[in-house]
């Protein structure tokens, strides 16, 4: 990528989205204000937008194409649900756009290796909003493994088991439908893979399970019951293939959206000289609430901090702004500069690889390969 943006100026930005992107990257967006300027907001309701606009007195759009072709808006945001996220990134990319994307990327991973062709081919910097890899504790943990400080990894065990829609009552909408991007893979298995892949090393070999316990919601639009066909379950087992290291290391990840009191989100890591533990039980916010832990050769565990470095300058009540922040920040570097983003739409292809071999694994009952470096 070349540099083609005047540093001095301030990257004005417009969000599509009014969920995630009005709750998270919009105060992240002005938290970075040194960096970047929001301008606008886009949705397709009208009554939403409106309401969104008065309050952040920012412009809005309905139109799409109004976004795309407003010279003054440099860079997009795209939070919407997963099902348009690759056709508006397209489209985006098309008219010159800076992008960040929310994950999954798009529903298939040949999608998103047409829009990096897209992004190299025209000169533009694509982040992906992998935000576990800005959180202190979890970059931490990346310094510890690194540094040998349990030796070689021997096994991964990732538990990430949550009770979001554990409540039969809990309305029907995009996210139980799996054309339309709904299920855990996409909501969590797309962070968990994206995880192991920047501690460890790329996914070589899966064997999925999947299912869907909760087969009927209630759409409030309709009044009717419908089907639930995205997955709330989902079990896999893995190799990881690490650098410098022979043979590749067994990893077996559980995710759930229907676990009652379910444990969080739990890493633990078996090494030859140890073993490293990072998790959080805390239901209501994915990012506050984790510690890591450490224990060397059979001793007692040691709670760990972040070195400074690594630590918020700034915190909000809203655990998931200071990652997203920072992966902003990131981003703003990369367009400013001309420097490869990361994590971009090549972590986001990896991930998205494997979530697609997950489910082709669940339909076939197969263990599958995955070549990860096509």
């Given at each position: ?23 998270v ?49 440099k ?16 489209e ?10 929310e994950k ?9 290796a ?54 039969p ?26 995880i ?80 490293l ?37 700034t ?60």
């Open positions: 990528m070349t540099n083609i943006f005047n540093r001095q100026e301030k990257i004005s930005v417009a969000i599509a989205g009014l969920g995630f992107g009005e709750s990257h919009l105060p992240a967006l002005q938290a970075n204000e040194d960096l970047f300027a929001p301008i606008s907001l886009w949705h397709p309701r009208s009554d939403r937008l409106e309401q969104a606009c008065k309050k952040n007195e920012l412009e809005g759009y309905q139109n799409w194409d109004e976004v795309l072709k407003n010279p003054s808006i860079a997009v945001i795209i939070a919407t649900p997963p099902a348009p996220r690759f056709q508006m990134a397209k985006a990319l098309q008219a010159n756009k800076h992008l960040l994307l999954p990327v798009a529903l298939f991973a040949n999608e998103i047409d829009l990096q062709r897209l992004a190299l081919e025209k000169n533009l910097s694509v982040a992906v909003d992998f935000e576990y890899r800005a959180v202190p504790l979890f970059m931490q943990a990346k310094r510890l493994l690194e540094n040998g400080a349990i030796g070689t990894p021997l096994l991964v065990k990732f538990d990430w088991l949550m009770g979001s829609r554990a409540n009552a809990r309305p029907w909408n995009w996210y139980s439908s799996s054309t339309e991007g709904g299920g855990v893979i996409g909501a969590l298995g797309t962070h968990a893979f994206d192991l892949h920047w501690l460890f090393g790329p996914t070589t070999q899966i064997h999925g399970l999947t299912s869907t316990s909760i087969k009927e919601r209630l759409n409030p639009k309709t009044g009717k019951i419908m089907e639930v066909d995205s997955e709330d379950v989902c079990l896999a087992q893995l190799k990881l293939k690490t650098p410098f290291i022979s043979t590749e290391i067994p990893a077996q990840v559980s995710i759930s959206s229907i676990a009652q009191q379910g444990r969080g989100c739990w890493i633990e890591v078996y090494g030859t000289e140890g073993t533990l990072i998790g959080s039980d805390n239901q209501k916010d994915y990012v506050h609430g984790f510690s890591l832990r450490v224990s060397r050769a059979g001793e007692p565990y040691k709670d760990i901090q972040p070195d400074s470095d690594l630590a918020f300058k915190t909000w009540s809203d655990g998931r702004i200071a990652p997203v922040k920072r992966i902003q920040r990131w981003w703003a570097n990369s367009i400013q500069n001309g420097l490869p983003m990361i994590p971009g739409l090549s972590e986001g292809l990896l991930s998205q690889l494997v979530c697609d071999a997950l489910k082709e694994s669940t339909k076939s009952g197969l263990q599958l390969a995955i070549d990860t470096f096509t």
